[in-house]
């Protein structure tokens, strides 16, 4: 085990100062803002799509480092708590084992954990300072309490359920369905005591209770500022209502664990998923129950990131390595069930560790946003205005700082600075819209003093080729001064269509750098 973690750890902090000093990956900007912002004494984050949690955790762990000089500008915080989120996952590798070794056995546990340390998705979203990997540490947890306390009698195992589900939903608001893994464990706590169905409800209603208590206390602006959780869980229900690129939840969540954790845990963990449904022990009830509700819900949404599926993958991993643990220990021979093991092993960390080598090596390659950020500061001349493509592009300005147009909601300043790509002070910047993709002429962006037009398309796995009416326009008057492209050719790959992280979940072939295809032109008179 101690050879797993290692192995898991360092997966996952392998590259994990990809893009730095410049900001390559969505939404850290809000948590890393956030943070910092609190270590500046801004408490309140002034944002409501997720709860505040992961802010305070991530400040008291930013501030030794902070007090000591480590942690001062963007691009150490941000390296910062990506090496927080990268040990949570690496801690979640042990849980599960600890989960399964509990519930099924040693080598259950064992076979899971070695699954989940190079389960791709769970390795890839643990490089980012984001939400995901410590819900999923938090989901991991709640469940384990849930089949730990099963058997305890009194209300000390009620409040450590209730405390368990309001941190998962103080870390995002889809924590909250632990709950279901928890009612599940309860409704088996009253059959061993058989006592009467009722006393479940007010157990539930006790730790239901203490989970909104915990979430209040641990996101205390939730309560202080009710027009901002209003505000943000609304928006939350319209993205989830709102048909963007993927329609059906259900089958974006397919393909995320399909991709994301490879083919051959995906087959595991269905052979897991049949094998619990026909054992139905206590462990196998409570996290079917989780799976089942968590995927039903989440899927329901019709605009799911792949992220999304991240809290289920320690339980498919989990129920897949204990339903080939049971094929390792039908082996009668000592030397038949060595073999057995061996095979095992092979199969499951294999094909993903080869998965995992190609993303850690492809990261830390040079960011075609970093190679266009270098090409605009040699070649723009001081005072020049150019159009540059927030997500897609090298660059933002002052003035987009300024703005607020991009920073969540931060209302000061030195939290609404944190932003995608980099500051860029030689230069001016009109920000390159879709609106902006779909002009035929060209005279708009002369008339406001552009000289230089940043090309980059913000949908993932576009731009290989000419996509648009504005291209096509600059096309018209001469090639591109300078090209950057991640790949040789244009692979077919696997991406989130809605989550602009350039990198693809799948298809590696071809892939040379991250970031998305970019093309600069500069306007003739």
């Known amino acids: 085990m101690a050879a797993l973690f290692v192995l898991a750890a360092g997966l996952r902090l392998w590259g994990i100062n990809f893009g730095l000093p410049a900001l390559y990956r969505p939404d850290e900007d809000v948590t890393v803002g956030r943070a910092m912002g609190i270590l500046h004494g801004v408490l309140d984050p002034h944002f409501a799509d997720w709860p505040h949690l992961y802010f305070y955790l991530a400040a008291a762990w930013l501030w030794p480092f902070h007090l000591v000089g480590l942690v001062q ?24 084992f600890e989960f399964g070794r509990r519930a099924y056995g040693w080598l259950a546990g064992f076979l899971g954990a070695g699954a989940l340390a190079v389960a791709f998705l769970h390795l890839r979203d643990s ?16 469940l384990y309490i849930a089949y730990r306390t ?26 909250a369905l632990v709950f279901a893994g928890i009612t599940a464990a309860q409704w088996l706590r009253v059959r061993y005591e058989r006592t009467p169905w009722s006393r479940i409800l007010p157990r539930l209603a006790l730790i239901a209770a203490v989970g909104v208590v915990t979430l209040a206390i641990t996101s205390p602006f939730l309560v202080l500022d009710p027009a901002m959780t209003q505000h943000g869980i609304g928006y939350i229900f319209t993205h989830l209502g709102k048909a963007t690129a993927p329609a059906i939840g259900w089958v974006e969540l397919s393909v995320a664990l399909w991709s994301g954790i490879d083919p051959v845990l995906v087959l595991l963990a269905i052979v897991g998923v049949a094998y619990a449904a026909w054992r139905r022990s206590p462990a196998d009830v ?7 509700v968590y995927i039903l819900l989440i899927g329901a949404g019709r605009s799911v990131f792949f992220r999304y599926a991240d809290p289920m993958i320690p339980f498919l991993c989990l129920l ?8 390792v220990e039908r082996a009668s021979h000592r030397r038949t069930r060595s073999l057995a093991l ?3 092993l092979v199969l499951i960390l294999v094909a993903p560790l080869l998965h995992d080598l190609r993303y850690d090596l492809l990261i830390q390659q040079p960011d075609t946003r970093t190679l266009a950020f270098d090409w605009l500061a040699q070649h723009v001349p001081a005072g020049s205005r150019a159009a540059v493509p927030y997500m897609a592009g090298p660059a933002h300005d002052q003035a987009m700082i300024d703005s607020r147009e991009h920073s969540h909601g931060a209302t000061d300043a030195y939290v609404a600075s944190f932003l995608d790509s980099r500051l860029e002070r030689q230069y001016s910047i009109h920000e390159l819209t879709k609106d902006d993709l779909q002009r035929t002429s060209l005279d708009g962006f002369r008339g406001e003093g ?14 290989c080729r000419v996509d648009s009416p504005l291209e096509r326009a600059l096309q018209a008057q001469g090639p591109p001064l300078a090209s950057f492209a991640p790949t040789t050719g244009c692979p077919s790959s696997v991406f989130d269509p809605i989550d602009t992280y350039y990198v693809p979940l799948a298809g590696y072939g071809g892939w040379v ?13």
């Open 150 to 175: 099963i058997r305890s009698r009194g209300a000390r195992p009620l409040l450590l359920n209730g405390i368990s589900l309001g941190v998962a939903a103080s870390l995002k608001y889809n924590g």
């Open 286 to 292: 409570i996290i079917l129950t989780f799976l089942a």
């Open 342 to 344: 061996g095979v095992a």
């Open 127 to 142: 490089h980012f300072a984001t939400l995901d990997v410590p819900l999923t540490l938090a989901a991991v947890a709640a």
């Open 320 to 327: 897949g390595g204990r339903a080939l643990a049971a094929l």
């Open 450 to 463: 552009i000289t230089y037009v940043v090309v980059g398309y913000e949908t993932p796995g576009t731009g």
């Open 73 to 96: 500008d963007q691009a150490s915080g941000y390296l910062g708590v990506r090496i927080l989120d990268a040990l949570l996952g690496s801690l979640t590798v042990l849980l599960v």
């Open 513 to 525: 750098r991250p970031g998305p295809y970019i093309r600069i032109y500069r306007l003739a008179p």
